[in-house]
Antibody, heavy 121, light 107 residues
């Protein structure tokens, strides 16, 4: 059974750095056919793709947020970590991690439940 | 960046009716790399369609996708009560982007 679960702070202050962890089970991050993305959704708004990491450690980022994002993985812990610097109230959103497969890259077949992050002083 | 525009913003229909949702891209989506997701309140999105017309595992055949280039359509042939939700299109031919969503509500 494939599951993904996001964890991290509920509240961050403006200018702080956000660190989110996605813990996966039911598949391995070393599996050459799998990848994981982070996607966010401000309250009542649309989805926005942020970053992706492949099993070979190749990474890709949203052009508009690239300077603020870092994605990494710890295969032994089955975790994918996203850091976002210089947080702002407009970054308030539910942050999801989601899985895709090499045969259909960026098609997200499994999603975590999401974690709401509020940016406020 | 490819911008996806979905229409209408809200679709008010009754159970049993046919729903037709549109997704238009600002430039051609390569190889029909277009997906559709369903999202219910408080839940994560659920993959329905990928490759413009391929149903994901476990998706009922009342859901169908079509289109190519810049114009894509999601059709729900007969709305079931559980189909009332928000639907998003997503292109993945280049850096992934999502549309703004279409809400299908009960009339």
């Amino acid at each position: 059974q494939v599951t993904l679960k996001e964890s991290g702070p509920v509240l961050v202050k403006p200018t702080e750095t956000l660190t989110l962890t996605c813990t996966v089970s039911g598949f391995s991050l070393s599996n050459a056919r799998m990848g994981v993305s982070w996607i966010r959704q401000p309250p009542g708004k649309a989805l926005e793709w942020l970053a992706h990491i492949f099993s070979n450690d190749e990474k890709s980022y949203s052009t508009s947020l690239k300077s603020r994002l870092t994605i990494s993985k710890d295969t032994s812990k089955s975790q994918v970590v996203l850091t976002m610097t210089n947080m702002d109230p407009v970054d308030t959103a539910t942050y999801y991690c989601a899985r895709d497969k090499v045969v259909t890259p960026y098609v997200f077949d499994y999603w975590g439940q999401g974690t709401l992050v509020t940016v406020s002083s | 960046e490819i911008v996806l525009t979905q229409s209408p913003g809200t679709l008010s229909l009754s159970p049993g009716e046919r729903a037709t949702l549109s997704c238009r891209a600002s430039q051609s989506v390569s190889s029909s790399y277009l997906a559709w997701y369903q999202q219910k309140p408080g839940q994560a999105p659920r993959l329905l369609i990928y490759g413009a017309s391929s149903r994901a595992t476990g998706i009922p055949d009342r859901f169908s996708g079509s289109g190519s280039g810049t114009d894509f359509t999601l059709t729900i042939s007969r709305l079931e009560p559980e189909d009332f939700a928000v639907y998003y299109c997503q292109q993945y031919g280049s850096s992934p982007t999502f549309g703004q969503g279409t809400k299908v509500e009960i009339k």
